[in-house]
C-alpha cells in the first residue's frame, strides 16, 4: 500500500514563499505521475499541479502559473511544490496525489481528482494579508 505524507506547511506573510514535500513509500514512486490539490475552507478540492513520472514534463492550474513550481527527485521518493508570491487566497489544505498508472501525457488529464489513487492526509497552508 503506497503512502504519501506531505510536510512544510505553515503560517506565512502574503508576498512569502513555502516549500511544500510529500514522500511516498510502499510503492514504485518512480512509476507514478504526482500531483498537488488544495482545498480552502468551503470549497471544493482543486488541482494545483502534476509532474510527469520523469519529472520531465509539468501542468499547472492558472491561478498559480509562474508562482508555483512542482518538482520530483525520485531517488528519494519525493515530490515538491515552491510556493512562491504568495496571497491570501492560496489559504488552503494541501494534498499530494499519486496515480500509479499514467497515461501518455496529457497535462489537462491530471487536473481530474478521479484519476489519482492515493492521497495524502494533507498539510495546511495559511497566508495572512
Request: no cysteine.
Given at each position: 500500500q503506497v503512502q504519501l505524507v506531505e510536510s512544510g506547511g505553515g503560517l506565512v506573510q502574503a508576498g512569502g514563499s513555502l516549500r511544500l514535500a510529500c514522500a511516498a513509500s510502499g510503492g514504485i514512486f518512480s512509476s507514478y505521475?504526482?500531483?498537488?490539490?488544495?482545498?480552502?475552507?468551503?470549497?471544493?478540492?482543486?488541482?494545483?499541479?502534476?509532474?510527469?513520472?520523469?519529472?520531465?514534463?509539468?501542468?499547472?492550474?492558472?491561478?498559480?502559473?509562474?508562482?508555483?513550481?512542482?518538482?520530483?527527485?525520485?531517488?528519494?521518493?519525493?515530490?515538491?511544490?515552491?510556493?512562491?508570491?504568495?496571497?491570501?487566497?492560496d489559504t488552503a489544505v494541501y494534498y499530494c496525489a499519486a496515480d500509479r498508472n499514467p497515461i501518455d501525457w496529457n497535462g489537462s488529464y491530471y487536473a481530474r481528482q478521479e484519476v489519482y489513487d492515493y492521497w495524502g492526509q494533507g498539510t495546511q497552508v495559511t497566508v495572512s494579508s
Open positions: 505521475a504526482m500531483g498537488w490539490f488544495r482545498q480552502a475552507p468551503g470549497k471544493e478540492r482543486e488541482f494545483v499541479a502534476v509532474v510527469r513520472r520523469s519529472g520531465s514534463s509539468t501542468y499547472y492550474a492558472d491561478s498559480v502559473k509562474g508562482r508555483f513550481t512542482i518538482s520530483r527527485d525520485n531517488a528519494k521518493n519525493t515530490v515538491y511544490l515552491q510556493m512562491n508570491s504568495l496571497k491570501p487566497e
